[in-house]
């Protein structure tokens, strides 16, 4: 599924309402866990999945071809670990 | 750095604010929202939000675990585990090039 077929899903459900207003409502949900990543705050949809960085530190790589080192800066790396709910009716649990 | 934690009221006052529907219906539907990605991914489905991410699922075999307590060997039974890759434009917005 992707983010259209989304929008379309949930038009289909919700009759009522523009598509444009559709299609802000998603942008508005995926701007809102991105912004806070880009801030460094944890997003938590229980029974879902939580959204987290983790910070890798400045290091000395390598490169495996060449054996040449070099230097990698220190970034940053968007995370989810999978919600406990989501885990189980994945596996038939739920 | 103070971090908080964002939640479902967090994305529906968001939406209720963007979009001006009630707050009711704003946060019915951020649940509709996570509902579909769940039952897409439940349904066998990988789900694909662009410039944001993918998430997809991944069947794992079976393996011999151990219980690191107590050192007896258990087989973990194979399972499915959701993988999620941020985009590049994700990645980039978080690390402030974008």
């Known amino acids: 599924m992707t983010k259209s077929e989304l929008i379309q899903r949930l038009a289909e459900q919700n009759p009522h309402l523009y598509l444009r207003d559709i299609e802000k409502i998603v942008e508005t949900i995926f701007e809102e866990i991105t912004a806070a990543m880009v801030r460094g705050d944890r997003v938590e949809l229980r029974g879902f999945g939580a959204f987290s960085v983790k910070h890798r530190e400045a290091r000395t790589g390598r490169n495996p071809r060449t054996g040449e080192t070099v230097h990698v800066e220190a970034k940053r790396l968007p995370f989810f670990k999978t919600g406990k709910g989501l885990r189980e009716r994945l596996n038939g649990e739920g | ?98």
């Open chain 2, 1 to 98: 750095m103070d971090s908080r934690t964002i939640t479902r009221a967090d994305l529906a006052e968001a939406v209720y604010e963007e979009v001006g529907l009630s707050r009711n219906e704003s946060s019915e539907l951020v649940e509709t929202v996570i509902e579909e990605i769940s039952d897409a991914l439940i349904t066998g489905g990988n789900v694909k939000i662009s410039s944001f991410g993918s998430f997809s699922v991944k069947e794992k075999g079976e393996r011999i675990g151990r219980n690191p307590k107590t050192g007896v060997e258990v087989p973990i039974s194979p399972r499915k585990v959701l993988v999620f890759r941020a985009s590049h434009v994700l990645k980039d917005r978080i690390n402030g090039k974008a």
